[in-house]
């Protein structure tokens, strides 16, 4: 247990659905990360939020939008995704951006149909 | 932040020490060294972190060597349950940027 959960652990979804991932950390931490790692590949910094604000968009496709109502807070909204989005999506925070070791929750295996 | 070479994949027997070294040749006066391991499937779990003392916490040991250049993450005593990939990081005040790591295994 690293004090950051996400829901749902596995989704799968059809190219036109809409879904969101969600996460929360319980560590009073002030950033929050998604990533995502494929198949075989190292992780991928997608999003950054520091102090609920973006700091850090890693050039996603905009059928990927992040939301950060809080510090405690963040999601990831799904629509008209493609089959290689199919991967492990991992939600991570750290004290502050780039303070602080990370911690990471246990990722949201998505699979696209 | 500073790059990072690590051997792709190595293996030690369990109840063995399992040394995994890390090249950060280029790494700068105020970077620091983290090491992470991800077991398979599951999210990254932090292990340890240093400047340029020794480290040491339960779950691993941390040794920098004294120009800064390379580092060792060392499993005192190995088990089945530490296989996974072990990545070394180098930051400084930017976001940590994981490279493939080093796989490794442990056998009975």
């Known amino acids: 247990e690293t004090g950051v959960t996400q829901t749902p652990r596995h989704l799968v979804m059809g190219m036109t659905n809409k879904k969101s991932l969600k996460c929360e950390q319980h560590l009073g931490h002030n950033a929050m990360y998604w990533y995502k790692q494929s198949a075989k590949k190292p992780l991928e910094l997608m999003f950054v939020y520091n102090f609920k604000e973006q700091t850090e968009n890693n050039s996603v496709p905009s059928r990927f939008s992040p939301e950060c109502p809080n510090s405690s807070h963040l999601f990831l909204h799904l629509h008209t995704l493609q089959p290689e989005d199919s991967a492990l999506y991992l939600c991570?925070?750290?004290?502050?951006?780039?303070?602080?070791?990370?911690?990471f929750g246990p990722g949201t295996r998505l699979t696209v149909t | 932040d500073a790059k990072t070479t690590q051997p792709t994949s190595m293996d030690c027997a369990e109840g063995r020490a399992a040394n995994l070294p890390c090249n950060h040749s280029t790494i700068s006066g105020n970077e620091y060294v983290y090491w992470y391991r991800q077991i398979h499937s599951q999210g990254p779990q932090y292990i340890i972190h240093?400047?340029?003392n020794n480290e040491t916490n339960e779950m691993a040991s941390l040794i920098i060597t004294e120009d800064r250049k390379s580092s060792t993450l060392i499993l005192p005593h190995a088990t089945l349950r530490d296989t996974a990939v072990y990545y070394c990081i180098v930051r400084g005040s930017y976001i940590p940027t994981f490279g493939r790591g080093t796989s490794l295994i442990v056998h009975p």
């Open positions: 240093g400047l340029k």
């Open positions: 991570a925070s750290s004290p502050g951006q780039g303070i602080g070791e990370q911690y």
